[in-house]
Nanobody, 118 residues
Framework: QVRLVESGGGLVQPGGSLRLSCAASGFMFGFGSSVMRWYRQVPGKERAVVAVITIPGRHTVYSDSVRGRFTISKDDAKNIVYLQMNDLKFEDTAVYYC?????????WGQGTQVTVSS
């Protein structure tokens, strides 16, 4: 059973930084292939992808709104995907979700709230 657990959200001032973590269990980064994504969602809007990383390899893709400020990375030994968020803006406020596409199936974490406020 694949399980994704996000952590690291919180309240931060504009211009600040946060690092989100997504701990994955039920599959190993070192075996097979998968795609890990970070999405975010604000009330009344659809969930939108912000960053993607492939496993194996480290091919990354970013949405235009976060490119240059956010960095997605992974630790194969720990089975964790990170989202380093720098220079945060008010519009980055959202619930952030980790998503895994593994063996043809898609899995979601429970989400972690990021609030950017002065």
């Amino acid at each position: 059973q694949v399980r994704l657990v996000e952590s690291g959200g919180g309240l931060v001032q504009p211009g600040g930084s946060l690092r989100l973590s997504c701990a994955a269990s039920g599959f190993m980064f070192g075996f097979g292939s998968s795609v890990m994504r970070w999405y975010r969602q604000v009330p009344g809007k659809e969930r939108a992808v912000v960053a993607v990383i492939t496993i194996p390899g480290r091919h990354t893709v970013y949405s235009d709104s976060v490119r240059g400020r956010f960095t997605i990375s992974k630790d194969d030994a720990k089975n964790i995907v990170y989202l380093q968020m720098n220079d945060l803006k008010f519009e980055d406020t959202a619930v952030y979700y980790c998503n895994a596409h593994v063996n043809g199936a898609t899995f979601w974490g429970q989400g972690t709230q990021v609030t950017v406020s002065s």
